[in-house]
């Protein structure tokens, strides 16, 4: 039994880079990426950052741009800006998945749209400086947008686990949890004492010091991710297509409609289970990912929503993703999961925004992913085969 798809692998070696990039800059005191302080009540990792392009003054048009890493505050960008550069990077997955397709290719459309729109914007600005940062500028709202939304894409992949063919035994649920864990911390151990060994050897790794005497410094009252109006929207949208969703299979489940109106209730429903978790208070957030809550809430909605039309809990929940993007028979989670390209693309703005850092920080980059992707690739296999999971040995 496979434990993973091949496939994805390049996909992971890009977000690994990416945290890589974003951790290096943590600790790179003299980088000229300024990036404002992580905020209390984010729990999803960096806070909302203020991104300009590097060695460049940040302009009036760009000073408000803002790349929130998943999660994070509203974005204080123009609407249409931030749903045109949204659309721009839908219609780019579009066209790769499409065009990979026709080719035969089996590499990741989405991690090559990646590079290939970072590069383009590096070449650009080599070209004629100030183009590249142009393009930059244009879609940066676009990408905030998506980065803002981006754990709520991955909703559906858990909400669809009770779906999922049986591993086996407990014995075997066990091995694979042991395989996950433990995998985990030795991939970021080993990736993070690379960074910290190579940066010391080159002499990157700069001591900080602390003044006794220096002033407390109060931190600023934390600010919750998403607003309560935005909670508000979403409640009344979820509560209005449930009413309407389950008349409707009540009375008519053979109608049309049927699919397109429960679309529109799990859509509202998932989405306001998400905002709704990350505004919990901070110290339960910090243990309990909003992820995992707005899952649970999801498949909760799924089993009431099961009783109260008379279908069975795996019947609703299979057409929550029902694997197809036409109109009368997509899913929300079908939905959720295709904007997830997007944003996959759009962490080349991310990228590029801390091209100088990752230019002064390349040997370090690409011998920690070495040895990461060496690690995880090899490493898994071995300890997968020396516990016998799935008869893999």
Same mark, same amino acid.
């Given at each position: 039994?496979?434990?993973?798809?091949?496939?994805?692998?390049?996909?992971?070696?890009?977000?690994?880079?990416?945290?890589?990039?974003?951790?290096?800059?943590?600790?790179?005191?003299?980088?000229?990426?300024?990036?404002?302080?992580?905020?209390?009540?984010?729990?999803?990792?960096?806070?909302?950052?203020?991104?300009?392009?590097?060695?460049?003054?940040?302009?009036?048009?760009?000073?408000?741009?803002?790349?929130?890493?998943?999660?994070?505050?509203?974005?204080?960008?123009?609407?249409?800006?931030?749903?045109?550069?949204?659309?721009?990077?839908?219609?780019?997955?579009?066209?790769?998945?499409?065009?990979?397709?026709?080719?035969?290719?089996?590499?990741?459309?989405?991690?090559?749209?990646?590079?290939?729109?970072?590069?383009?914007?590096?070449?650009?600005?080599?070209?004629?400086?100030?183009?590249?940062?142009?393009?930059?500028?244009?879609?940066?709202?676009?990408?905030?947008?998506?980065?803002?939304?981006?754990?709520?894409?991955?909703?559906?992949?858990?909400?669809?686990?009770?779906?999922?063919?049986?591993?086996?035994?407990?014995?075997?649920?066990?091995?694979?949890?042991?395989? =996950?864990?433990?995998?985990?911390? #030795?991939? /970021?151990? $080993?990736?993070?004492?690379? @960074? &910290?060994?190579?940066? +010391?050897? %080159?002499?990157?790794?700069?001591?900080?010091?602390?003044?006794?005497?220096?002033?407390?410094?109060?931190?600023?009252?934390?600010?919750?991710?998403?607003?309560?109006?935005?909670?508000?929207?979403?409640?009344?949208?979820?509560?209005?297509?449930?009413?309407?969703?389950?008349?409707?299979?009540?009375?008519?489940?053979?109608?049309?409609?049927?699919?397109?109106?429960?679309?529109?209730?799990?859509?509202?429903?998932?989405?306001?289970?998400?905002?709704?978790?990350?505004?919990?208070?901070?110290?339960?957030?910090?243990?309990?990912?909003?992820? =995992?809550?707005?899952?649970?809430? #999801?498949? /909760?909605? $799924?089993?009431?929503?099961? @009783? &109260?039309?008379?279908? +069975?809990? %795996?019947?609703?929940?299979?057409?929550?993703?029902?694997?197809?993007?036409?109109?009368?028979?997509?899913?929300?989670?079908?939905?959720?999961?295709?904007?997830?390209?997007?944003?996959?693309?759009?962490?080349?703005?991310?990228?590029?925004?801390?091209?100088?850092?990752?230019?002064?920080?390349?040997?370090?980059?690409?011998?920690?992913?070495?040895?990461?992707?060496?690690?995880?690739?090899?490493?898994?296999?071995?300890?997968?085969?020396?516990?016998?999971?799935?008869?893999?040995?």
């Amino acid at each position: 039994r496979k434990m993973s798809n091949p496939s994805m692998l390049p996909l992971r070696r890009l977000l690994l880079v990416s945290a890589l990039v974003i951790s290096i800059g943590n600790v790179h005191g003299s980088s000229k990426v300024q990036q404002s302080r992580p905020s209390a009540s984010n729990t999803f990792g960096l806070d909302v950052s203020r991104v300009t392009p590097p060695n460049t003054k940040a302009s009036a048009s760009s000073s408000s741009h803002r790349v929130a890493v998943r999660g994070g505050n509203a974005l204080e960008n123009i609407p249409t800006k931030a749903l045109g550069g949204a659309l721009w990077f839908g219609v780019a997955d579009v066209s790769l998945r499409k065009l990979f397709k026709a080719k035969g290719i089996n590499f990741p459309s989405t991690v090559a749209g990646t590079c290939a729109l970072f590069v383009s914007m590096v070449l650009l600005q080599i070209v004629k400086p100030g183009l590249g940062d142009a393009a930059f500028d244009m879609l940066t709202p676009g990408a905030g947008l998506l980065a803002k939304w981006l754990p709520v894409f991955f909703v559906p992949g858990l909400a669809m686990l009770p779906l999922a063919p049986s591993i086996g035994s407990p014995i075997e649920i066990v091995k694979v949890l042991v395989t =996950v864990v433990l995998g985990m911390v #030795v991939t /970021l151990s $080993t990736t993070s004492f690379t @960074v &910290l060994g190579l940066r +010391t050897l %080159l002499g990157k790794v700069e001591e900080e010091t602390v003044d006794a005497n220096a002033p407390a410094v109060v931190a600023a009252p934390a600010v919750k991710p998403f607003s309560q109006e935005t909670v508000d929207f979403l409640l009344k949208g979820a509560v209005a297509s449930a009413c309407l969703s389950i008349g409707l299979d009540r009375t008519s489940p053979d109608s049309q409609w049927a699919t397109p109106l429960r679309t529109v209730f799990m859509g509202f429903s998932t989405v306001f289970s998400f905002v709704w978790a990350a505004r919990l208070p901070a110290g339960f957030v910090k243990v309990i990912h909003p992820l =995992v809550t707005s899952t649970a809430i #999801v498949l /909760l909605i $799924t089993r009431a929503t099961a @009783v &109260l039309t008379g279908s +069975t809990f %795996l019947q609703v929940l299979k057409t929550y993703k029902t694997g197809s993007l036409a109109p009368l028979a997509t899913g929300a989670g079908d939905i959720l999961l295709f904007l997830l390209g997007p944003a996959v693309i759009s962490l080349a703005i991310a990228m590029y925004s801390r091209k100088a850092l990752m230019q002064e920080n390349l040997l370090v980059v690409i011998v920690a992913m070495l040895v990461s992707s060496v690690g995880t690739l090899f490493g898994t296999a071995t300890f997968v085969r020396a516990l016998n999971i799935g008869g893999a040995g």
